[in-house]
């Protein structure tokens, strides 16, 4: 698997948008589920959504629902990651990585990890 690589973080204020994007290998892309996690200082990774490398499976964690959507440009080879609504809460360090060739919703699953991208929701 080829490391994924995430960019589109930075420091919004509470409210903001930012799109985060995943690049990995053309094989990479096309073969593998790919997922979207979060980690703060001092607690557990978080899983946050998964797409199925066809795109038909989606999965988004019930706590960002209604504010984060996964989608994938397979043309581009690149897996994005649309926040809306920003909270201080979401402030972490967000990864991309990249899963197995079946569909899978466990963090354990996935095994090739980006170096990762903060975002820092501020006033």
């Known amino acids: 698997q080829g490391q994924p690589v995430e960019s589109g973080g930075g420091l919004v204020q509470p409210g903001a948008s930012l799109r985060l994007s995943c690049a990995t290998s053309?094989?990479?892309?096309?073969?593998?589920?790919m997922g979207w996690f979060r980690q703060t200082p001092g607690k557990a990774r978080e899983f946050i959504a998964a797409?199925?490398?066809?795109?038909?499976?989606?999965y988004v964690a019930t706590f960002v629902k209604d504010r984060f959507t996964i989608s994938r440009d397979n043309t581009k080879g690149i897996v994005y990651l649309q926040m809306n609504s920003l909270k201080t809460e979401d402030t972490a360090v967000y990864y991309c990585?990249?899963?197995?060739?079946?569909?899978?919703?466990?963090?354990?699953?996935?095994?090739?990890w980006g170096q990762g991208t903060q975002v820092t929701v501020s006033t």
């Open positions: 990585a990249a899963g197995p060739v079946g569909w899978t919703t466990q963090t354990e699953d996935f095994d090739s």
């Open positions: 053309e094989r990479t892309h096309h073969t593998y589920t």
């Open positions: 797409i199925s490398r066809s795109g038909r499976n989606l």
